[in-house]
């Protein structure tokens, strides 16, 4: 599978981006999808992720409530929609697929897209 994540950008706190994660290659329907992020001296860390089936699950603490992916089957892609970014949103973002059900833990992914660089800042 290939990947080739879009959307990133510069934006003040408060403000919105949605970041997208097109695949190719592969049966996408068959592959759960994850975004992950990391910033600059950290370690990558989860954000969200969603299953073939459509489940979701996220970070509860950084991003829940403020953060949602969703994914187009007819498109090959999935979307991460952020809402109210803060300063501590900004990172590089990547996406990462592996089949079937998805996982909270980057080393279970097999694909990876190039990373999106989201900056917030006022």
């Known amino acids: 599978v290939q990947l080739q994540a879009s959307g990133g950008g510069l934006v003040q706190p408060g403000g919105s981006l949605r970041l997208s994660c097109a695949a190719s290659?592969?049966?996408?329907?068959?592959?759960?999808m994850g975004w992950f992020r990391r910033a600059p001296g950290k370690e990558r860390e989860f954000v969200a992720a969603?299953?073939?089936?459509?489940?979701?699950?996220y970070d509860a603490d950084s991003v829940k409530g403020r953060f949602t992916i969703s994914r187009d089957s007819a498109k090959n892609t999935v979307y991460l929609q952020m809402n109210n970014l803060k300063p501590e949103d900004s990172a590089v973002y990547y996406c990462?697929?592996?089949?079937?059900?998805?996982?909270?833990?980057?080393?279970?992914?097999?694909?990876w897209g190039q990373g999106t660089q989201v900056t917030v800042s006022s």
């Open positions: 969603i299953g073939w089936n459509g489940a979701t699950t």
């Open positions: 290659g592969r049966t996408f329907s068959n592959y759960a």
């Open positions: 990462a697929a592996r089949s079937w059900v998805y996982s909270r833990s980057s080393n279970e992914y097999n694909y």
